[in-house]
């Protein structure tokens, strides 16, 4: 047997990048990497490629992107099936998912589509299948921003996705920054009710925002004040560290089942500001360098940050997306 064949190195290969520092193929994960690594001028970790579809070339666990390719065939992929809302696929009265990768031409609100679950469990559009009166009714009633009434042949995923779509079309008209899943309790409120409940509705959810900001302003000041005198305790001599903080981050969150997005060094060095993906909500938490303890969370958890870091964010903003809790405090 040649054993130098086992050396040669493997064709390259299509495959999804939906940002963040992996990406997945049928059999394993695999870590994206750029050409030339530690390349001057290179971008951080974890930014140095648009999501989409690229040519890999497999270098043992590494995917080395080469160019952007064309999508390759979806149909052995497991099968979604629901309602169009602004970039998200609602299947059923509770349950919905992101589409990762958004399609060329977006389909029109309320539609129903098709989506394939990637190995790595991100959601791709496939297809827009035929609708019937219930999506044009319910398309229409979306429009005049009325409630939808008594239309005929209204299943639980339309009805849903209509509640968020009529709440996230609200939020935008009101200049009130919203996603799907902060709208999941008050769907069916807001689809029964129409643009006349989604106000009340939004009202107490910007007070707990605005006391949650407030409250991780201070943290984060009492935190500026602690590194200021350290610093000055040890000379105000800059510590150094021996591993990359960006690579930390990103292992903790792989650990968790998080997607990490970026990461950026703050505050001379004490403060990471991250930005990640939990099960397609986008979340961005300080925290601080050296132990990754939660200074400011993202999400509204009256005060239990205190106790929490980073590892533990995922599991929390799943429980607040569980129990109808999730409140968002920053944005991009």
């Keep these: 047997m040649d054993y130098k064949a086992f050396l040669k190195p493997t064709d390259p290969v299509v495959l999804p990048y939906f940002g ?26 974890g930014t140095q490629l648009a999501p ?19 999508p390759v065939a979806l149909e052995s992929l497991p099968v979604m099936r629901g309602h169009w809302v ?52 319910a398309r229409q009633a979306l429009e005049e921003r009325r409630p939808l009434g008594d239309i005929k042949g209204v299943v639980p995923s339309l009805r849903a996705a209509f509640g968020y779509a009529l709440g996230m079309t609200v ?15 008050r769907v069916v409120a807001i689809a029964d009710g129409g643009r006349e409940v989604v106000v009340p509705l939004f009202t107490a959810m ?13 943290r984060a000041q009492e935190a500026e004040a602690a590194a200021r005198l350290a610093g000055a305790v040890k000379g105000a001599k800059l510590i150094t560290r ?51 303890q939660v200074i400011d969370p993202g999400i509204c958890l009256s005060g239990a940050h205190r106790v929490l870091t980073l590892d533990a964010m995922p599991s929390v903003v799943r429980e607040a997306i569980e129990e109808d809790h999730l409140n968002i405090t920053r944005r991009q």
Aim: charged share 30%; net charge negative.
């Design 20 to 45: 963040g520092t992996r990406v997945d193929a049928a059999t394993r994960r695999f870590a994206v990497s750029p050409r030339h690594p530690g390349e001057a001028g290179m971008p951080p970790l």
């Design 52 to 70: 989409g579809w690229w040519r890999f070339q497999i270098d043992h666990r590494r995917a080395v992107p080469l160019e952007p390719a064309s």
């Design 86 to 137: 602004d970039g998200w696929v609602v299947f059923d009265g509770r349950t919905l998912g992101r589409i990762a990768l958004p399609p060329d031409d977006e389909p029109p609100a309320l539609s129903r589509v098709v989506a394939r679950r990637w190995y790595s469990e991100d959601l791709l559009f496939d297809t827009i299948e035929f609708e019937d009166d219930a999506e044009i009714s």
């Design 171 to 185: 939020a935008r008209e009101l200049g009130f920054a919203m996603t799907p899943r902060e709208l999941t309790p």
């Design 206 to 218: 910007i007070a707990q925002r605005e006391a949650e900001a407030a409250e991780s302003r201070r």
């Design 242 to 292: 021996t591993r990359d903080p960006r690579r930390r981050v990103d292992e903790v969150l792989e650990a968790a089942r998080a997607r990490m997005i970026n990461c950026r060094v703050i505050d001379r060095g004490s403060q990471l500001d991250v930005v990640y993906e939990v099960d397609g909500t986008r979340i961005m938490s300080l925290v601080q360098a050296d132990t990754l």
